[in-house]
C-alpha cells in the first residue's frame, strides 16, 4: 500500500525556513511524481510545487518561486520541499501527494494525485 508522510513543520517568523520531508513507501520517488499542496483555514487546497517522475524536473506555482526548492532522495525514498523566507500567507497545512499517472497538468491539480498524506502545520508568524 502507499503510504506518505510528511514531517518538518513548525512555527516560525517571518523570513524563516522549514524544510518539509515527505516519506514514501508503496512506491519510488523517482518513478512517481510527487506533488505538494496547501490549504489555509477557510480557503481551498492549492498546488505548491511538484517533482517530476521522468527527468526530476521541478515545478513552482507563482507564489513560492524563487523562496521554495524541492527536491528528492531517491535513496532515501523521500521527497524535500525547502521553505525559505516564509510569511505569514504560507501558513497552513502541507500535504504531498503521489501522482496517479505519470502526466499532471499544470497548474496543479489535486485530482490528478492518488495518494496523500497526512498533512504538517506550518505556522509562520511574528
Known amino acids: 500500500q502507499v503510504t506518505l508522510v510528511e514531517s518538518g513543520g513548525g512555527s516560525v517568523q517571518p523570513g524563516g525556513s522549514l524544510r518539509l520531508s515527505c516519506v514514501a513507501s508503496?512506491?519510488?520517488?523517482?518513478?512517481?511524481?510527487i506533488g505538494w499542496f496547501r490549504q489555509a483555514p477557510g480557503k481551498e487546497r492549492e498546488g505548491v510545487s511538484c517533482?517530476?517522475?521522468?527527468?526530476?524536473?521541478?515545478h513552482y506555482e507563482d507564489f513560492v518561486r524563487g523562496r521554495f526548492t524541492i527536491s528528492r532522495d531517491n535513496a532515501k525514498n523521500t521527497v524535500y520541499l525547502q521553505m525559505h523566507n516564509l510569511q505569514p500567507e504560507d501558513t497552513a497545512v502541507y500535504f504531498c501527494?503521489?501522482?496517479?499517472?505519470?502526466?499532471?497538468?499544470?497548474?496543479?491539480?489535486?485530482?490528478?494525485?492518488?495518494?496523500w498524506g497526512q498533512g504538517t502545520q506550518v505556522y509562520v508568524s511574528s
Open positions: 517533482i517530476s517522475a521522468t527527468d526530476g524536473t521541478p
Open positions: 508503496g512506491l519510488s520517488v523517482d518513478f512517481t511524481t
Open positions: 501527494a503521489a501522482a496517479g499517472g505519470h502526466r499532471i497538468q499544470i497548474p496543479l491539480h489535486p485530482a490528478d494525485f492518488g495518494s
